[in-house]
T-cell receptor, first 109, second 114 residues
Framework: GQQVMQIPQYQHVQEGEDFTTYCNSSTTLSNIQWYKQRPGGHPVFLIQLVKSGEVKKQKRLTFQFGEAKKNSSLHITATQTTDVGTYFCAGASDYKLSFGAGTTVTVRA | DTEVTQTPKHLVMGMTNKKSLKCEQHMGHRAMYWYKQKAKKPPELMFVYSYEKLSINESVPSRFSPECPNSSLLNLHLHALQPEDSALYLC?????????????FGPGTRLTVL
């Protein structure tokens, strides 16, 4: 079945620095979605990428979908303490979303 | 209104108890989901309802029994659970198809099985 791999599992970032989390799928995806889950919270939808090579920005967050629609990345610039949480990618196949393992981000002030 | 509500927020039950989790959305979404999430893990799909019909059961044990009384409500009936079933149970909904539409998650029910 479809698998979505996500790295790194943990990201410890100095406030103000940038970081990137990566997702790779074993199969071509129809789209990929990104969610953020704050500690003690529930997943909250961030963005959906559909087109090959698509790039979308939300303030300090930049999302990319690979040309082959098998990989994606989330880049955060100038990390803030509000960025703390776990970021999940979720690849869409015929009938469901397959979530990556998540990248848990902690920020050093 | 992009809210999915779930009750109760917390639930503690014994292995012989019967309980139910409830989920509600008023966004007009026709697909609803149950996920199970263990600590430090991603959500794991359990069931999908599409237009009030069960369309996907991800090989979930029969001690979990879903029900969709109408297009706004989704229940998960629990019976004879095991301690390893302790987890955060998330409900989600989307406009129609699971594979193309954004899923909106509720706050979850944190279940502890003693």
């Amino acid at each position: 079945g479809q698998q979505v791999m996500q790295i790194p599992q943990y990201q410890h970032v100095q406030e103000g620095e940038d970081f990137t989390t990566y997702c790779n799928s074993s199969t071509t995806l129809s789209n990929i979605q990104w969610y953020k889950q704050r500690p003690g919270g529930h997943p909250v939808f961030l963005i959906q990428l559909v087109k090959s090579g698509e790039v979308k920005k939300q303030k300090r967050l930049t999302f990319q979908f690979g040309e082959a629609k098998k990989n994606s990345s989330l880049h955060i610039t100038a990390t803030q303490t509000t960025d703390v949480g776990t970021y999940f990618c979720a690849g869409a196949s015929d009938y469901k979303l397959s979530f990556g393992a998540g990248t848990t981000v902690t920020v050093r002030a | 209104d992009t809210e999915v509500t779930q009750t109760p927020k917390h639930l503690v039950m014994g292995m012989t108890n019967k309980k139910s989790l409830k989920c509600e959305q008023h966004m007009g979404h026709r697909a609803m989901y149950w996920y199970k999430q263990k600590a430090k893990k991603p959500p794991e799909l359990m069931f999908v309802y599409s237009y009030e019909k069960l369309s996907i059961n991800e090989s979930v044990p029969s001690r979990f029994s879903p029900e969709c009384p109408n297009s706004s409500l989704l229940n998960l009936h629990l019976h004879a659970l095991q301690p390893e079933d302790s987890a955060l149970y998330l409900c989600a909904s989307s406009r129609t198809r699971p594979s193309t539409d954004t899923q909106y998650f509720g706050p979850g029910t944190r279940l502890t099985v003693l």
